[in-house]
């Protein structure tokens, strides 16, 4: 006999408090992991697609508001407010190798949100490298076709050959793009002189994408760029410490409720030692009689709070882990939040992870053990027998 | 001069604030090594708190008692604690075994508490000392009132103390439970430890080397 095993079989002895407490600890760890994985996908997915626009520098019309940069990623729909003649202004620029002209449009396949951008075909596909997974891309610059990004034609069941939807408009879709793990996944593409007469749009474009020869003169690009027009310039780090930053809200929200889910657990906890402490007055007096110090007796209900505190974080860290690989994906449908990623994003298995959230799941509820136990240790012998 | 394992020295005992219950008035008793005492009287005349003073598990609100010549009333918690782990093994009248635990991690645990190790062999082999060998796994709700206390005598002995308190052994056994586990607790006896039995049964005392007679809180010695 040991006291650890004396902690297990006075757990084990109200087997179903035993398992609605545990489940509660489980729900608040798994929670906390769901979210957090999230939360950190999330930043993480904005990252790789920052990365992927692959420009140095971000155009776009002056004043809009800083959450628009998370449209940018997204790819949701974007004033259409740059004239067009601007990109041939900025492309002339000694040093800008390139300047890709984006339009954000919003559109739906099927009634469902799809995001359409309209592009310069051969600028993108030259700036993107992007590879056609089927079919052919577009035949030429104003071709009346669409091409769809990967994981979007997975998902509609669209294959090369078929036709979607635009403005009653039926248009053919002329090939399927290879993944690229980024936000062109869940994108369509249409020629941009296309995109805006089907749209019934003026000659403007969303944003540029501009490439520099030498990102160390970056200054001087931005002032020459803002020389042109009144134009709100963005490096690729400022777009991306702007979009973080609301991300940094998003996660300090999901935080906050995973850390609601965390105190309730603890209150579990403490519920469930408080009456063990108070139907285990006579067994605390055996014990006390038996020679057990006051430490000892604390101990004990210290180890049982922390025995749960251990087996949930194990427990809630997998569940967490296996509902974040599940909701990940189905939130990636939703076009607001499609920068949580594409459907093959899935969180990350981490050991330090795992030793992080056990070791928080442990130390709330030795924390939640503590006041518990503390009644149990001042209980005096004959006091926990007579009342016991 | 005679070597007195128990003293108690003009202790008095009252519980309450201001509903005040004086309990004891001024007892002193001494008790040899390896005597055999029993504390008589009628219920709520203090026999109880006698012996609970006694082992340590309340202290006196005046008075000294000293075990194997030793003040235990200025103890600390620890030291009062060890020294319950390690001087005396008690007996109450409901048993009060661990529910989840078997006869022989009931033994086992009352050793987790004095400076020896926890021994399987050991704890068996008290099981077979009161006549329960064959009941090393039973849990307390498989086993008799009778069987119970035999158990709760093995686990008083867990720590071989030389002093065992009982507080009415045989108080919720039938007469032939009774006659078991008296028999057990004169083996005890004969072993050496000093015993020291609450009863209400002047039948049992009559058996005593020395009877304690508690009226209203006072102490009346008797043979």
């Not at chain 1, 650890?4 to 545990?22: C, D, E, I």
């Not at chain 1, 930043?43 to 449209?71: K, W, Y």
């Not at chain 2, 002995?157 to 032939?176: F, H, K, R, V, Y």
Request: aromatic share 6%; with cysteine.
């Amino acid at each position: 006999m040991t006291v650890l095993k004396l902690v297990w079989k006075n757990l084990l002895r109200r087997r179903g408090r035993f398992a609605f407490t545990l489940l509660g600890i489980t729900i608040g760890m798994a929670a906390f992991v769901a979210l957090l994985s999230m939360g950190d996908n999330l930043r993480a997915e904005v990252t790789h697609q920052a990365d992927a626009l692959g420009a140095n520098l971000i155009v776009m019309a002056r004043a809009d508001c800083p959450f628009i940069n998370l449209s940018v990623l997204t790819g949701d729909h974007l004033p259409e407010a740059i004239p067009r003649e601007i990109v041939f202004e900025i492309a002339a620029i000694e040093g800008v190798t390139g300047a890709v002209p984006y339009l954000t449009v919003g559109s739906s396949i099927r009634q469902v949100p799809v995001s359409l951008v309209g592009i310069l075909p051969a600028e993108m596909k030259r700036h993107r490298g992007w590879d056609v997974h089927a079919g052919a891309y577009f035949s030429h610059q104003e071709a009346r076709e669409v091409v769809l990004g990967y994981a979007l034609a997975g998902r509609f069941e669209l294959e090369t050959g078929d036709t979607v939807t635009l403005r009653g408009e039926e248009i053919p879709i002329a090939g399927i793009l290879s993944a690229t793990n980024s936000n062109d996944d869940i994108t369509m593409f249409m020629p941009l002189c296309i995109t805006q007469e089907i749209f019934g749009l003026g000659d403007y474009v969303s944003f540029i994408a501009v490439t520099v020869a030498d990102v160390t003169n970056i200054d001087r690009y931005i002032s020459a760029i803002t020389d042109i027009a009144n134009l709100s310039v963005s490096t690729n780090e400022e777009l991306l410490g702007s979009v973080l930053l609301i991300l940094g809200s998003l996660n300090v929200t999901l935080q906050a409720i995973a850390s609601v889910a965390l105190i309730a657990a603890a209150f579990g906890i403490i519920n469930t030692m408080m009456t063990a402490t108070y139907e285990r007055r006579r067994e605390i007096g055996i014990l006390r009689a038996m020679g057990s110090r006051s430490g000892i007796i604390f101990r004990i209900f210290v180890l049982e709070s922390g025995l749960y505190g251990l087996l949930g974080g194990l427990l809630g860290f997998f569940v967490g882990f296996g509902v974040s690989r599940i909701a990940a994906p189905v939130i990636s449908r939703n076009e607001f939040v499609a920068v949580v990623g594409t459907p093959d994003t899935a969180v990350a298995f981490s050991v330090t992870l795992l030793a992080g959230v056990v070791a928080l799941s442990v130390v709330i509820a030795v924390a939640a053990g503590l006041y518990p136990a503390w009644k149990a240790a001042k209980l005096t012998p004959m006091e926990a027998i007579r009342n016991g | 001069m005679a070597d007195y394992i128990i003293e108690t020295l003009d202790i008095e005992k009252i519980y309450g604030n201001k509903a005040k219950t004086h309990a004891l008035r001024g007892v002193s008793l001494r008790i040899p090594r390896g005597g055999f005492a029993c504390i008589v009287g009628a219920s709520g005349h203090g026999k109880s708190t006698l012996l609970q003073l006694i082992g340590a598990l309340d202290k006196p609100t005046a008075g000294r008692i000293l075990l194997e010549g030793t003040d235990i009333s200025a103890m600390n918690d620890n030291a009062i604690s060890k020294l319950r782990g390690e001087k005396i093994g008690f007996v109450f009248q409901a048993y009060n075994l661990l529910d989840n635990l078997t006869a022989r991690e009931n033994i086992e645990t009352a050793m987790l508490f004095s400076s020896q190790k926890p021994a399987k062999n050991r704890a068996e082999a008290l099981l077979a000392l009161v006549g329960l060998a064959d009941k090393t796994n039973a849990k307390p709700n498989e086993l008799s009132g009778g069987q119970l206390q035999r158990i709760a005598i093995a686990r008083a002995l867990a720590n071989d103390p030389p002093i065992l308190l009982m507080d009415e052994p045989t108080g919720n056994l039938d007469s032939q439970s009774e006659q078991e586990v008296l028999q057990h607790i004169f083996n005890v006896h004969k072993a050496g430890k000093t015993v020291v039995m609450v009863t209400h049964n002047r039948e049992i005392a009559a058996k005593a080397q020395l009877v304690f007679e508690i009226h209203d809180g006072k102490l009346k010695e008797g043979v």
